[in-house]
């Protein structure tokens, strides 16, 4: 294992969960005091006269892979880390999330979705609907199968791991969720409704984060064997 070279790294500004606040939309923008220049404003979400907006120590930088990166990282794990880093792609769960479907079997509906109570991941998480179910590929299917096979770390472990193991910009965790997410509103434009609900975002952040990411045909041809069976 060791570094993986990514000539060209696709990044995505996201908010730290947590760090938001609702404000007026004629909010003057903060100016940075080393520039002198506005600060950039990331809009999450509208309300009328309102705007929700990250926090400006809230954003970090998560590294979006291209399906032939994945494939790279997955090659260098163990079967474990295998298995949980291609459960959490293919679901689009967070850890936390992950952890507790692991302990409920039943939550797998007809090996065809995953279907999450309320209350079943972090607290500090909102989630906009009471419920969610996860629409899985075919690869996504095999995936979650073979986790029930294996005990999870905890995320402090599985950071660890990949941190010892691997030298990536800005890949954590969070890049398999988001990257998913990209992967199917790109292979699948006409279904980001389904996509949102899916992954348990609003419609305005998808449409903000995922829509206009720099993927080439190439790039979707390799997303196939990722993502077919989704729809």
Not at 112 to 125: A, T
Request: hydrophobic letters at 35%; a positive charge.
């Amino acid at each position: 294992m060791g570094t993986l070279t990514i000539e060209n790294p696709i990044t995505l500004h996201s908010p730290k969960a947590g760090a938001t606040k609702w404000i007026r939309k004629d909010t003057p923008q903060r100016i940075d005091k080393k520039t002198g220049e506005p600060k950039e404003r990331v809009v999450l979400e509208k309300k009328g006269n309102l705007v929700k907006v990250a926090t400006s120590k809230g954003v970090e930088e998560i590294l979006i892979l291209r399906p032939s990166e994945f494939k790279q990282i997955y090659a260098a794990c163990d079967r474990r880390h295998q298995v949980i880093l291609s459960s959490l792609l293919f679901t689009g769960m967070r850890y936390q999330e992950l952890i507790r479907f692991r302990e409920h079997p039943e939550w797998f509906d007809k090996k065809q979705f995953i279907k999450l109570p309320p209350g079943s991941g972090q607290k500090k998480v909102k989630r906009s609907a009471p419920e969610r179910w996860i629409r899985l590929s075919y690869r996504g299917r095999e995936a979650v199968q073979s986790l029930f096979d294996y005990q999870l770390p905890s995320n402090n472990s599985i950071n660890q791991y990949l941190a010892y193991n691997f030298d990536i910009k800005n890949f954590s965790l969070k890049s398999l969720r988001k990257t998913y997410e990209s992967w199917l509103v790109f292979y699948y434009p006409e279904h980001q409704l389904q996509v949102s609900m899916s992954q348990g975002h609003t419609i305005i952040t998808q449409i903000r984060h995922y829509l206009n990411l720099p993927f080439t045909e190439q790039d979707k041809l390799e997303m196939k064997e990722f993502v077919e069976g989704w729809v």
